[in-house]
């Protein structure tokens, strides 16, 4: 238990589906995050919430939009998604300071995403 | 460019000592981080190093040089719930986590 649940652990959609990813955290965290993880490659940031607001959005295509109601909870809607996006995406939280902040992220067990 | 490198899979035996290097070039340094992660679950965090030098924590140790770019992760008496994949990551100068891809580690009875 880590304190990031993810759901769902699992989906299997087709190309023109919309879907949404769902994370919270239990931790009193202020930022949350969205990464890609792919076989063999090093994890890939998606999206970066702290303090509710969106502050690094790494060149994600359109079709991935994120949602961050309260710090809390992390949301990942998706939608006419591509085989290559087809991945584990993992949702962390951490307490971020006024300026920077090196605590340690604390990761969800993921959704294992799977594009037909 | 920056860049996180470390062996991409190694193995060993229940009971030895093994030793997992992460070699960095980034645009400055604020730490350097170790996690676990065992298939299909969350990585989860193990060490984090600012300081040269080794740090302990039980069976596992995390030693960096800030001057040679290098840090190691150091698992002692190996047991087989160690067989897992452990990612190096670093802070650099902005505080952005770089990531290595991760070394797959194959534990043998």
């Known amino acids: 238990e880590t304190g990031v649940t993810q759901t769902p652990r699992h989906l299997v959609m087709g190309m023109t589906n919309k879907k949404s990813l769902k994370c919270e955290q239990h931790l009193g965290h202020n930022a949350m995050y969205w990464y890609k993880q792919s076989a063999k490659k090093p994890l890939e940031l998606m999206f970066v919430y702290n303090f509710k607001e969106q502050t690094e959005n790494n060149s994600v295509p359109s079709r991935f939009s994120p949602e961050c109601p309260n710090s809390s909870h992390l949301f990942l809607h998706l939608h006419t998604l591509q085989p290559e996006d087809s991945a584990l995406y993992l949702c962390a939280s951490s307490q971020e300071g006024d300026t920077y902040s090196n605590q340690p992220q604390h990761f969800g067990d993921g959704t294992r995403l799977s594009i037909l | 460019g920056q860049n996180i490198d470390q062996p991409t899979e190694m193995t060993a035996t229940e009971g030895a000592i093994v030793q997992i290097n992460c070699t960095y070039q980034t645009s400055g340094f604020n730490g350097l981080f170790w996690y676990q992660q065992h298939a299909g679950e969350a990585p989860t965090f193990l060490s984090y190093?600012?300081l040269d030098g080794l740090e302990e924590k039980g069976r596992f140790s995390s030693f960096l040089s800030r001057s040679k770019g290098y840090s190691y992760l150091l698992l002692k008496e190996l047991q087989m719930k160690d067989s897992a994949s452990y990612l190096c990551a670093v802070l650099d100068s902005n505080y952005q986590l770089i990531w290595g891809a991760g070394t797959k580690l194959i534990i043998k009875p």
């Open positions: 190093n600012v």
